[in-house]
């Protein structure tokens, strides 16, 4: 069954989020066999959809098409409540912080927090997401205010505008000196052994990027901010230092054309299995560690 259908929409190619124009092709369909095109981009490793779709095309079809849009809010609830997020994000969550959930959908991840007393705030474009997460005692955010961390989970990989759309959001919301955890599906694990078909079997419509460790430090410097800690599963987390005043990108081309190489390698099965068996043996991901992840669509 193909739960995310590729609808009939004009697709057109655009530069990466570090404005290289072209890449070399990994995929020519998704994990249904639907047609496609995954690339990984010649400057920053980034792997995306290309061609892809524009802001007003995302805004359409998310409002209308996206099948997520359609769940029922308390059962998608006590799906994210059952991730576990404040868990993972205890060593950096203090009670005197003010967070912001960015894309918090129904409020489950944190509003186990807000039940604690904890100042939890919530944005969702979905408007019946948002009342729920409401509900469940996050606040709506305030026009103006500023958060000592936000929490970024499985947005990132859907964006279009994905350099311009995150360095708005760390200039409105995150103070100085702020933290900015995200959750991506991140190369590392899926190359090692977090899906038994590798990346292939993550690829569809609605994941437009994804990013390995390296990666998503070259966007997350690029915009002021300093990683301090991941868990190679889907968890980065950085400090936000401030918005430099041009945005660089640093090349590291022997390390981009080795994560070349180890996709490559790794599409094949076999390949793959060995390198899951080699990452068991030097502990590079903790494997175990993944019944926390979202569901898989």
Not at 105 to 131: H, M, V
């Amino acid at each position: 069954m193909i739960k995310y259908a590729i609808p009939e929409i004009s697709l057109k190619s655009r530069p990466c989020w570090c404005g290289f124009p072209t890449g070399k092709v990994l995929y020519r369909t998704d994990r249904w066999n639907q047609r496609l095109q995954t690339i990984v981009c010649g400057r920053c490793g980034t792997i995306r959809l290309d061609p892809r779709m524009d802001r007003t095309q995302a805004a359409h079809y998310y409002s209308t098409q996206y099948p997520e849009r359609q769940r029922d809010p308390a059962e998608f609830f006590r799906e994210q409540a059952d991730q576990n997020a404040p868990q993972y994000l205890a060593r950096f969550i203090r009670p005197d912080m003010d967070i912001l959930d960015y894309g918090c959908g129904p409020g489950g991840k944190l509003a186990g927090l807000a039940s604690r007393g904890f100042r939890i705030s919530g944005f969702d474009l979905n408007p019946l997401y948002l009342e729920f997460a409401e509900s469940r005692g996050l606040r709506r955010v305030a026009q103006g205010r500023q958060f000592d961390l936000i929490y970024l989970s499985h947005t990132l990989e859907h964006w279009t505008d994905l350099a311009e759309d995150l360095q708005n959001i760390l200039q409105s919301f995150v103070r100085p000196g702020g933290t900015v955890a995200i959750e991506v599906p991140l190369l590392d694990r899926l190359l090692l052994g977090g899906r038994r078909d590798g990346i292939h079997g993550d690829l569809y419509f609605v994941h437009i990027w994804y990013f390995s460790v390296r990666s998503l430090d070259k966007l997350m410097n690029s915009l002021g901010c300093r990683r301090v800690h991941t868990d190679r599963l889907t968890l980065c987390v950085y400090t936000f230092e401030g918005i430099p005043e041009g945005r660089t990108v640093a090349a590291t081309p022997l390390y981009d054309a080795g994560l070349r190489t180890l996709i490559a390698v790794c599409s094949n099965p076999i390949a793959a299995v060995g390198a899951g068996l080699i990452n068991r043996v030097i502990r590079y991901i903790d494997l175990s560690a993944a019944a926390r992840l979202n569901p898989k669509p």
